[in-house]
């Protein structure tokens, strides 16, 4: 039998690939013989992906790309086809939030920022939706394919202080299954929408909530850990595994389905 999980020569398009977790997507992506396309509005951070994953041996390009702006996203789109061949896959891993759109003390729900709330919800439901229309379109075109989008434990529970990232990333879980729906009962059955939901990663956009200036752990940050089965936060490759089985023939009659990667997390009652 070929390996099911095997996954060598796929055309992979990241968004926000120049992050913590997606950079690190990319980087063991091409490890195990995909060929990477870099879509990022910080362009100098992808190309710094890019040059990791070329000096290892792997193949990947960096291209500008504004989630938000449909033209950019088009654009984006086209130049990876262009430079790759095609695309097999799409990870939707644009995302983050601000902490204006959080209620941290002394601030609360009552005050916050309604263009904060409206930046978070464009940047993970929008900034989802945008490229799965553009890349969705090619793999309609071809009839085959796989868009992987990032939810959040937060979405199937949410977490207190963020209610504007929860409600948008419970936003991005119910639009994967709907997508999955439209895609194959219009277009192939052989397209695929998923998402993962990753557990607690350290990242730049939720530092400030967990870690003080001197690195230790917030008293939120130790609730997390408190709450975590596993007591620790995620290392960014423990999601390479879910994400290579969600990508390849392994998970052939899988579509529509939230998978969380949270060491247990939300497995606890927290008694």
């Known amino acids: 039998m070929d390996n099911l999980f095997d996954i060598t020569g796929k055309c992979v398009a990241i968004t926000g690939g120049a992050g913590v977790l997606c950079g690190q997507m990319a980087r063991s992506l091409a490890q195990t013989g995909a060929d990477i396309a870099i879509l990022d509005y910080n362009l100098a951070g992808a190309r710094e992906v890019c040059d990791q994953i070329t000096a290892a041996g792997g193949k990947a390009i960096a291209i500008e790309c504004n989630v938000l702006d449909k033209d950019s996203v088009a654009g984006a789109v086209a130049q990876t086809i262009e430079q790759l061949g095609r695309i097999d896959v799409l990870i939707n891993g ?5 902490r204006e759109a959080t209620c941290v003390p ?3 729900f009552f005050d916050l920022d309604p263009q904060a709330v409206k ?3 464009e940047l993970n439901c929008l900034g989802t939706i945008l490229p799965s229309q553009a890349v ?3 793999l309609a075109d071809r009839g085959q394919g796989v868009i992987i989008n990032v939810s959040s434990m937060s979405a199937f529970t949410p977490l207190t202080r963020i209610a504007a990232y929860s409600a948008a990333k419970a936003a991005v879980s119910n639009f994967t299954q709907w997508l999955a729906v439209n895609l194959a009962q219009n277009h192939s059955t052989d397209i695929r929408v998923n998402a993962i939901a990753p557990g607690f990663f350290l990242t730049e956009q939720n530092r400030f909530l967990l870690t003080n200036e001197d690195g230790s752990a917030t008293e939120r940050g130790q609730q997390i850990i408190d709450h975590t089965p596993m007591a620790r936060y995620g290392q ?7 994400l290579i089985w969600l990508i390849s023939d392994a998970a052939k009659f899988v579509t529509g389905i939230v998978v969380p990667v949270d060491g247990g997390f939300s497995a606890f009652s927290g008694v």
């Open 106 to 108: 002394p601030e609360t």
């Open 236 to 242: 960014a490759d423990e999601l390479v595994g879910t």
């Open 119 to 121: 930046w978070v919800f």
């Open 94 to 98: 644009a995302g983050g939030n601000k």
């Open 136 to 138: 969705g379109k090619h």
